[in-house]
């Protein structure tokens, strides 16, 4: 399978270097055209990341066929809008990511266990909030903030955590997205 990461900056070469071990043909790519699949990497600030989603891009993501893989950032930019900074995401789950409150440490990093009984690895500041989303595929308890880990609507799938970070249980989930997306 042809895997196209979308460069708009960030964390490029830890998803590559995954997908290239799981036997995908693996590409930094600017445009989505004949990849089979797109991942879109995770690292940085919403509102730089959105001026990157040009136009063009962005109406090619949204009628993008294939399986659409959001990654942390990646993730965030599928929703419409982020508390960090102006600008509109790619609005494929409605929405907005919050800050996550002061009386935990911010940012969330390190391994934490998801409802799947998982453990994967996260490093973020803002997080949707798990409570009432029909979207939610997976969630994670951090302190008590109870926030959406993974999601998906149709092809697109989102994940808060780091699945090429996340060892075998990440790349199960980098699997699973791939072939059933």
């Not at 907005?96 to 409802?115: F, N």
């Not at 308890?141 to 109870?146: A, I, Q, S, W």
């Not at 880990?149 to 249980?169: D, L, R, T």
Request: include cysteine.
């Amino acid at each position: 399978m042809r895997v196209g990461i979308l460069d708009i900056g960030g964390n490029t070469a830890s998803i590559w270097y995954a997908l290239e071990r799981l036997g995908h043909k693996a590409a930094v790519v600017k445009s989505v055209k004949c990849q089979d699949a797109l991942v879109i990497p995770g690292q940085g600030r919403f509102d730089i990341a959105v001026k990157k989603l040009t136009g063009k891009m962005r109406e090619e993501i949204s009628t993008f066929r294939g399986p659409v893989i959001g990654i942390c950032l990646g993730m965030q930019l599928l929703f419409a809008a982020s508390a960090e900074g102006e600008g509109a995401g790619l609005g494929v789950f409605s929405g907005k990511l919050h800050k996550l409150p002061v009386s935990v440490v911010v940012p969330h990093i390190g391994w934490s266990k998801c409802s799947d009984n998982e453990y994967y690895y996260f490093a973020h500041s803002y997080y949707v909030p798990a409570n009432g989303q029909g979207f939610k595929r997976l969630v994670c308890r951090y302190n008590e903030v109870d926030l959406v880990a993974s999601c998906q609507k149709g092809n697109f799938v989102g994940c808060q955590f780091h699945p090429e970070k996340s060892s075998k249980a990440g790349h199960r989930f980098l699997e699973q997205c791939l072939s059933s997306a």
